[in-house]
């Protein structure tokens, strides 16, 4: 079984500021997150790539990209989950709360009892 994750929640919005720093501050780093600038935002929001699977929580994993966000006093939480491979059921984020500081978060799924129409 592969080892994959999802993007949950992304609801942190990234200023065109924001995102040049982010990209111009990877190649300096030697990290190529992004092949192209216009890579680093999706409809407003930082991007992650499916296709880098394990790895797309870059954030965990990138400390600049940590300070560039804390840098520019980005707001919301970002949450990743997976459900296959040897961490199914592992659910986490970051929450950013527009004054320069981030908080790690944990989370868990629950299931509960429905009605059922039959």
């Not at 919005?13 to 190649?27: H, M």
């Not at 940590?66 to 929450?95: A, H, P, Q």
Request: hydrophobic share 30%; proline share 1%.
């Amino acid at each position: 079984m592969g080892w994959s994750i999802s993007d949950l929640v992304n609801n942190v919005k990234i200023s065109d500021k924001c995102a040049k720093e982010l990209y111009n501050t990877s190649k300096k780093n030697n990290s190529n997150l992004w092949d192209d600038p216009e890579y680093v935002t999706y409809d407003g929001k930082l991007a992650f790539n499916e296709d880098h699977q394990e790895h797309m929580d870059y954030i965990r994993n990138e400390k600049f990209v940590r300070d560039v966000l804390k840098k520019n006093k980005v707001k919301g939480d970002i949450c990743f989950g997976s459900v296959e491979g040897d961490n199914k059921g592992s659910f986490w984020g970051y929450r950013f709360d527009g004054k320069g500081g981030m908080q790690t978060l944990g989370g868990k799924l629950e299931w509960y009892v429905t009605k059922s129409k039959d």
